[in-house]
């Protein structure tokens, strides 16, 4: 049965049981596997889970198994130093998640005697750990039948629940997921969910730009998250550097370093001293 008609919205709003049935046949037969996926096991999710933040699979798999290998539990993240720390992450982006993962690593050594609670709410007091993450660690790492959204579950909904309206709100849709949820594997039942929204992003007009909460992404090209990005590589090479020498160095405008510079600095990434930066 080809994608089009066998994944296609129901002609009428479909029955819970049904739309269940339909999810799980298709992750019976084309889920897909990845390590976090293997290795359920809290520390595994929770830097699995803060990776794939707005980052494609695809870069995250590798990043993940090099990370995994050399960095293997929360008191060996806790104590990396910040240049090592961006070595590993590089390539994935946003650096500022990095530096909040180490800080909850930190936190969960400190607070909670290196073992990561499995309550939403205590997982939200981490560093960068907002409420669809938190929920996503509970039902990855302890198969706990927690509700929520995020964008590829957003997609699924949409597509089958709401094929003729426009502005959805997740508030139309929370009702559907918490109505759907198999609670007896609800890691089985999102890891489907996951699985058939990225489908369904390749293969049909993305439904999710008929959410309410949907936005575009802003081009990276000239961003501040491009200066932001540059700084942090070239200072992985050069132990002090002036705004200008990195200005010179990156090729991206000297204001635009200073500013970006001056950021990671009150964020804690750099140390400034003589009008040198330099990785904390």
């Known amino acids: 049965m080809d994608f089009e008609h066998r994944y296609s919205p129901f002609a009428q709003s479909p029955d819970i049981e049904q ?3 339909e999810v799980l046949k298709f992750y019976a037969s084309e889920g897909r596997n990845f390590p976090w996926r293997q290795d359920t096991s809290p520390y595994s999710v929770f830097v699995s889970e803060v990776m ?3 980052t494609q699979v695809y870069r995250v ?3 993940y198994i090099r990370w995994m290998r050399e960095v293997p539990d929360f008191q060996a993240l806790a104590e990396l130093s910040t240049e090592r720390l961006l070595g590993l992450w590089q390539g994935l982006g946003y650096n500022r998640r990095a530096l909040a993962l180490r800080e909850s690593a930190e936190k969960v050594i400190k607070e909670y005697d290196g073992i990561l609670p499995d309550d939403p709410e205590l997982l939200q007091r981490l560093p960068g750990i907002g409420p669809a993450t938190a929920a996503s660690i509970c039902a990855f790492a302890f198969n706990l ?6 964008t590829n579950i957003r997609r699924v909904f949409i597509h089958f629940f709401f094929r003729d309206s426009e ?3 997740d508030r139309d849709i929370l009702p559907l997921v918490e109505a759907s949820l198999h609670r007896e594997s609800p890691r089985d039942w999102y890891n489907a969910l996951m699985d058939l929204g990225t489908l369904l992003k390749n293969r049909v007009a993305n439904p999710n730009r008929k959410s309410r909460h949907y936005t575009r992404q802003a081009p990276f090209k000239g961003s501040n998250r491009e200066a932001r990005g540059a700084v942090l590589k070239a200072l992985q090479k050069a132990t002090r550097q002036s705004a200008e020498e990195l200005s010179e160095t990156t090729g991206i405008d000297f204001r635009r370093i200073l500013r970006a510079a001056e950021e990671l600095e009150k964020e804690g990434f750099l140390s400034a001293e ?3 930066f330099g990785l904390t």
Request: net charge positive.
């Open 52 to 54: 794939l933040q707005q």
């Open 274 to 276: 003589k009008g040198l």
């Open 145 to 150: 039948p927690v509700v929520f959204i995020e």
């Open 167 to 169: 502005q959805v709100s």
């Open 19 to 21: 739309f269940r049935t």
């Open 61 to 63: 798999e590798p990043k």
